[in-house]
């Protein structure tokens, strides 16, 4: 997982809750990715950022919403219009937008109460 | 659009025997393939890349992949088979000519390994 650490590793929402998970990167990558891992499903990206100040829906955006004020940086927050939150939450990072490698944090697992 | 598929939920291998885990793809372009290795309740481990040149990429622990571009696979392989490698294995693909975002994931095959 080096270099990038994800935060809390348990989280738990209520109904109507907005939480946030956080992302930070030491590797001085320009991209950070976030991505749901779900049973039987893969994973699915939600956002991406290619530089600071900049980011892009993934194919499931909805229901989420993320900032890049930092380069080392990249929190999802998922809002209480996600009516399925339950998942994996995995955060990622490369050199570049268009490199070759992503690195993968340790993930975030959240529950609903 | 590109797309991965691994057509196997699960593969059972006896501890020493070679191992195979398949992985096809489709992309309009030339493929960045890629394979990753995920233990319980942890991030993906990057395993290996084919980017261009030699068809059989090498990678960590002993695995090794190969490009066969006729049957767009990108098929896993390790000749001798630990307990320790059983987790679950994602094939990943990118088109670089698309613009694309992020990486396309297959849904994962289970490796189980057993003694």
């Known amino acids: 997982d080096g270099g990038i650490t994800q935060s809390p590793k348990y989280l738990f929402r209520k109904e109507g809750q907005n939480v946030t998970l956080s992302c930070e990167q030491n590797?001085?990558?320009?991209?950070m990715y976030w991505y749901r891992q779900d049973p039987g499903q893969g994973l699915r990206l939600i956002y991406y950022?290619?530089?600071?100040?900049?980011?892009q829906k993934g194919d499931i955006a909805e229901g989420y919403s993320v900032s890049r004020e930092k380069k080392e940086s990249f929190p999802l927050t998922v809002t209480s219009a996600q009516k399925n939150p339950t998942a994996f939450y995995l955060c990622a990072s490369s050199i570049r937008q268009d490199s070759e490698t992503q690195y993968f944090g340790p993930g975030t697992r959240l529950l609903v109460l | 659009a590109q797309s991965v598929a691994q057509p196997e939920d699960q593969v059972n291998v006896a501890e020493g025997n070679p191992l195979t885990v398949k992985c096809t793809y489709s992309?309009?372009?030339?493929?960045?393939l890629f394979w990753y290795v995920q233990y319980p309740n942890r991030g993906l481990q990057f395993l290996l890349k084919y980017i261009t040149g030699d068809n059989l990429v090498k990678g960590s622990y002993g695995f090794e992949a190969e490009f066969n571009k006729s049957q767009t696979s990108f098929h896993l392989k390790k000749p001798s088979a630990l307990v320790s490698d059983s987790a679950l294995y994602f094939c990943?693909?990118?088109?670089?000519?698309?613009?694309?975002?992020?990486?396309?994931f297959g849904k994962g095959t289970h490796l189980i390994i057993q003694p």
């Open positions: 990943a693909v990118r088109d670089p000519r698309g613009g694309a975002d992020g990486l396309t």
């Open positions: 992309v309009s372009g030339n493929p960045y």
């Open positions: 950022s290619q530089i600071v100040n900049d980011f």
């Open positions: 590797l001085n990558h320009d991209a």
